[in-house]
């Protein structure tokens, strides 16, 4: 495969200036052969699609429409049943406050969780802010959705409910059947954020009983910039565009199509439907390794369900160490960690605090994301990197000599300034 | 036969050296921006550096540059987002924008808004009277746009920006057909808010900028993770952002020489319509210097773009995201032109990489396609 030749920046040596990345669910590197696919698109077939008087807007939207049957296919979707935007969260945006819009002559209480995007909550929150009311449920610790609970959440007028595929953080994997089939039952239309799913988990929309489902190009090898959302047909799904225009995408989104980047989103989702299945296997080994050689050290959490959940992630809060410093001892590694000021938010992650973490675990957690060109020496090297550092950190720390002196840290009553 | 490419106000080609800025950012790994580590960190130089060479050609402040997915999105963000702030208020845009700034103006109607629309006159030139009058009425945002798609008119904006201004209502541009064609300045045009957008200026599509006034209280379009200060969110598309950065450098070292050539390109041609006895749009009025929008009464825009199509060269009969539909330009019936002959419009736009040679060859064919159309329609008679 080409793809090693033009990966070797990717092969980090584990400096500080050329870490190893294991970040990919913030975002992939582009796999070569999507990169390949794109670049014609932008050089001799620059054609606006919407041109319909000469052969460069032809080209453009035939290329279009072949990526539109490649993302279809691997969702198990009609292409009809996809609309191209720029990204999960505009098609977060598009589905909740498009959907919401439109039936809210229906009802106007949605359901979501704490633990969705920040592109999920903050439309919500948007939506409540315009006079609807939402409930924001709490998963289980394992990160689960609670199947009663959420039943018990549906009111009459429960117009919209919206649950994320697989988590950002810690990469569990909801029930979304059972989930859809509560809202079948009730006349809910049912959202799902699935930037995270595709490649990682088999999606197939002819039997999953979801409305509408948000996609992302780049977190799945292909560019950043392109995303889709799947509007179901039968029955039929209406939506409120959000952005008006030229009338685009049927009207439901309107704007001049990105060509070359929706050719990477159908490059990258033609090989995730060929390769995902051995991949996986890959991953799923290193993902196992990795965590076999972490949990050799004491105190040490994992976050969020192990088993119903994606073989690519791995969440782990590692007790008595302080989360900024954490952060600073590993940078020959690429990562996200919980604590503050690795984001634009000040707060620990809220998704670990959903979980029922304190604080001090969610500031100490560091999240591993293994992707397509990971490989067995950089896994070998954060685990002896992680053992290493977190050694030396603990040494430094008197809550560590505490603990370790079989002081019960809960118990303490600490002393006000 | 490779076409000749005549369609530059629909999009353009990206320049190699756009393309040579953009390619370690789809081939090598980049990290998402708003991670912390070295990958992250050097998205977000990226993107800062991109932002300072937009500012730079939109004579704005980089802190006044907020990145958007397309043009569209950037109109959508500005009449939604500003009117959105003031509740109940008027929207006020001209007859003659884009849709992307007059179709969110008229979705805003069912939620409490008004929205009217200003007219222009026979040359397509803003009625500033028909502005005052309406300005009477509490407004929240005027849109007009700097220079138009089809016709190339340039608007005054400075002035309409005044009388906005006066009125206590925001004001708002659409620069998209401005930007690379002729000076613009954000601060000079006195506005809250500008459109300016990439693949119009030989930059890739999937990049656009609304530039705003920091004072303007806008809501955001999109809701997550609060990229670019919160105004909008989405992980931002970095290669096309570089791009675009690298395309507004050139377009500005390169506007002088756009404006001579294609200027030159647009006069010799048009100096050739003279015998063809067609209607020049506009052509007495300024407007940017690679457009001509021109019609034939009795032959349709549709069926000679078609013909031309066939012979190589690459025209619009409208703008190209209203191809779809066979109403006559919106644009045209504004400034009172009759349907009939509105329906027979066609658009060239030129770039700088025509050349006179083209300009010849394309108005021999045109001159024979008109020949033959009649023909034709005069057997069919």
Not at chain 1, 250 to 272: D, K, N
Not at chain 1, 285 to 301: A, C, F, T
Not at chain 2, 330 to 342: E, F, N, S, T, Y
Request: net charge negative; hydrophobic share 40%.
């Amino acid at each position: 495969m080409s793809a090693s030749i033009e990966m070797q920046v990717l092969k980090g040596s584990g400096d500080d200036l050329h870490p190893i990345y294991l970040d990919y669910s913030a975002t992939t590197p582009v796999d070569p052969r999507v990169a390949a696919k794109m670049i014609p698109y932008i050089t001799e077939h620059f054609g606006n699609p919407a041109s319909r008087s000469h052969p460069y807007g032809w080209t453009a939207e035939k290329a279009v429409e072949n990526a539109r049957e490649e993302v279809a296919k691997l969702v198990g979707a009609d292409p009809r049943e996809i609309v191209w935007t720029s990204g999960a969260t505009e098609s977060n945006n598009l589905a909740i406050k498009g959907a919401a819009n439109f039936y809210s002559a229906k009802g106007k209480h949605i359901i979501t969780v704490t633990t969705e995007h920040k592109a999920v909550i903050d439309t919500v929150r948007e939506l409540e802010r315009q006079g609807f009311e939402a409930t924001y449920l709490d998963p289980e610790p394992s990160g689960l959705l609670d199947l009663e609970k959420f039943k018990a959440a549906i009111r009459p007028d429960t117009v919209l409910a919206s649950v994320m595929f697989v988590n950002n953080e810690i990469g569990v994997i909801q029930d979304i059947t059972a989930i859809g089939n509560i809202c079948r039952e009730n006349g809910v239309i049912f959202h799902v954020d699935a930037a995270q799913a595709t490649g990682k988990v088999h999606i197939d929309l002819e039997k999953l009983p979801v409305d509408l489902m948000s996609f992302s190009a780049h977190k799945t090898y292909g560019p950043k910039g392109v995303g889709a959302l799947y509007v179901r047909r039968k029955p039929r799904i209406r939506i409120e565009a959000q952005m008006h225009g030229g009338g685009h995408e049927r009207g439901m989104r309107s704007g001049t199509l990105a060509t070359h980047q929706i050719v990477g989103m159908g490059e990258a989702f033609r090989i995730a439907r060929e390769e995902m299945d051995e991949e996986n296997v890959r991953i799923r080994r290193l993902r196992d390794k990795l965590l076999h050689g972490l949990q050799d050290i004491e105190e040490v959490y994992v976050n969020g369900d192990l088993e119903q959940r994606v073989p690519h992630n791995l969440n782990i809060s590692f007790n008595y160490v302080e989360g900024e410093s954490l952060i600073m001892a590993v940078k020959g590694i690429a990562v996200s960690s919980g604590s503050a000021c690795t984001s634009a938010s000040l707060e620990p992650s809220y998704v670990l605090r959903a979980l029922g973490r304190s604080d001090e675990l969610a500031h100490s957690s560091i999240r591993f994301s293994i992707g397509r060109f990971t490989t067995d020496a950089d896994v070998d090297y954060t685990i002896s990197l992680m053992k290493g550092k977190i050694d030396k950190l603990r040494e430094l720390s008197p809550l560590w000599e505490m603990f370790k002196d079989g002081v019960d840290l809960s118990k303490v009553e600490w002393a006000a300034h | 036969m490779s076409s000749i490419y005549l369609d530059h106000n629909a999009t353009t080609a990206l320049d190699q050296r756009v393309l040579e800025s953009m390619l370690p950012w789809m081939q090598r790994q980049s990290g998402n921006p708003t991670s912390r580590h070295v990958f992250g960190r050097s998205s977000r130089d990226a993107i800062e550096h991109a932002r300072t060479q937009v500012a730079e050609a939109c004579g704005a402040y980089a802190s006044q540059v907020i990145f958007t997915a397309s043009g569209t999105e950037a109109n959508n963000f500005a009449v939604k987002g500003i009117a959105g702030s003031q509740a109940g208020s008027q929207i006020l845009h001209s007859a003659i924008e884009h849709p992307c700034v007059s179709r969110p103006a008229k979705a805003m109607q069912q939620t409490g808004w008004l929205s009217n629309a200003i007219g222009v006159d026979e040359h397509g030139v803003l009625s500033v009277a028909q502005l005052q009058q309406h300005l009477q009425t509490q407004t929240s945002v005027v849109s007009v746009m700097l220079a138009n798609n089809e016709t190339g008119v340039i608007q005054n904006i400075a002035e309409i920006a005044e009388l906005t201004r006066k009125a206590g209502a925001f004001m708002h541009t659409d620069a998209v057909q401005g930007l690379g064609k002729m000076p613009v300045s954000f601060t000079d045009l006195n506005v809250h808010a500008m459109t300016v957008s990439s693949h119009k200026i030989h930059g890739p599509q999937g990049a656009a900028a609304l530039i705003l006034d920091k004072r303007v209280d806008i809501q955001p379009l999109l809701h997550g993770g609060g990229q670019e200060r919160g105004l909008r969110s989405g992980t931002e598309n970095v290669a096309a952002i570089v791009g675009f950065g690298a395309a507004c450098e050139l377009a500005v070292a390169n506007l002088a020489h756009f404006a001579s050539h294609t200027q030159m390109l647009r006069d010799t041609f048009e100096l050739g319509l003279k015998s063809l006895n067609v209607t020049i749009f506009s052509q007495h009025t300024t407007r940017i210097p690679n457009t001509s929008f021109f019609a034939l009464d009795g032959i349709e825009g549709e069926t000679l773009v078609t013909a031309l199509d066939r012979k190589g060269f690459a025209v619009a009969s409208g703008s190209a995201c209203s191809s779809d539909s066979t109403e006559p330009s919106h644009v045209l019936l504004a400034m009172g032109i009759k349907p009939d002959l509105a329906r027979g419009a066609v658009r060239v736009s030129f770039g700088a990489h025509n050349t006179l040679l083209q300009v010849a060859d394309f108005l021999t064919a045109l001159k024979n396609e008109i020949l033959r159309l009649k023909q034709l329609t005069g057997v069919a008679a």
